[in-house]
């Protein structure tokens, strides 16, 4: 085995999904596999290559480290995640492989909230372009709408003020949150800069609790009449904006583009339990988040990767995006028989993000980071799992106890053309992790987003 390595490759990969689609789950099984990797179990290019000469290393400048050993260490004692303590973080790592001669890699992996591509509208747009297009969404969406309803109202009084505006379009943001519509701007109302998610509750309650910005500086969308009619409120808006945009925004999909992978959450089963409406807000959100990218690279920019490659230090080189992994999550939530159809449902929802894209490679997943479900066997027709269950039928967290049978929905073979949220139901179960830190836990299809995102 040669002892020198005289190229390294840096590979900064973005890892994004809405709330709760997994992605903490996803980073700490991977970290976990490549730490003490198992050819066996997480199976990298040719049959029996390992991983060697795994080292951490410090996150970037400005970047709060993934803590790995502590969200492992709560899953295994406690069966939950702990809460992050900010909205963006990484974990870099250095590794070789045995089916790599002369060189290594250096791993950055992003993980960045889902929730801020609700805002990616605001990039190239002023306050009054970003303003129009917002408010042409809801007109043109009847449940978006009906959620909106006291902002639009507050809209129509004689002479609205700031604090009114605001307190009425927080309101129709928790509606949205409650109707299960995930399309939030300014996205900290749905998760603050501290990684703090909007904590369930009512209406009323969560307007209270949120703010529509940031602290001390919150906006809200005013079309053209208001503005003309009120241009001192809509000047403060439009401050309030261009911070926020500075501050949230334009971080957050810098540091997207800074990738040359992109692994993209969509969670199937909470997208066919939260019905139409949840589908419809994250198939735009996602559009949004792929128009401002712009993923994929000319042939020009393809000459000037290489290039790059071979001329500049790894730190310097620029990034591109020239790889998607498309990922369906939680895979062990699915009866067995339905797992080709989560995939298919995957490809139909974001297959024409990619499409027509030059030079962009791109590939759909079905993964489970961690295993925590066994098939049952049942009458025909029947879907039956075996798990901890983690919450009871009030929606609240049960403290952990047996392992029980429960059923789940079968997956459509296309995503109907109408459904109510409620539908489909794939109960959620406790995380099963062996308590012995150096036994990863069981994955489906992880090991191929890896080798696929590696190039």
Sequence with gaps: MPALHLKTTECRVGVVGLYSAGKTVLLTSLVNHLDHHDPDRFRLGKPGTAVRKFTPLPPDPHWAGFDYARYRDALV?????????CDRAMYACRFARTDWAVSDCVLKLYDLPGERFADAAMLGRSYAEWSDHLLGRVAADTPTRTACEPYLQALTADAPDDARLVGAYRLS?????LSLKPFVSPSTFLLDTHGQPAKRAGAAELAAARQSGLPGAEFAPLPADVRAKCPEVAGRFATHFE??????????????????????????????????????????ILKDLFDVLDPGETVLGTVGRHLSN???PRQWRPGWITRVAFVAPKLDLVHPTDR???????????????????????????????????QMPGEPGERLMVGVPYRGVDGRRMPRGGEQRFGVSAVPDDWPADWPAGKYAFPEVYPLIATRKDYPPDQINLDAVLDFVLG
Aim: with cysteine; charged share 20%.
């Design 77 to 85: 004692h406690s069966g939950i995640w702990p809460a992050k303590t």
């Design 310 to 312: 071979v001329f500049l």
């Design 340 to 374: 080709d159809r989560t995939l298919h449902l995957l490809k139909r929802m974001v297959g024409k993000l990619a499409d027509h894209r030059d030079g962009l490679e791109y590939r759909y997943f079905n993964v489970s980071a961690v295993v925590s479900t066994r």
């Design 173 to 177: 943001l928790a509606n949205l949150i």
């Design 243 to 284: 911070r926020y945009k500075g501050e949230v925004v334009q971080p957050f999909l810098a540091a997207l583009k800074s990738c040359t992978s992109l692994v993209v959450l969509v969670d199937v089963m909470m997208l066919l339990a939260g019905g139409v409406g949840m589908y419809d807000d994250n198939r735009q």
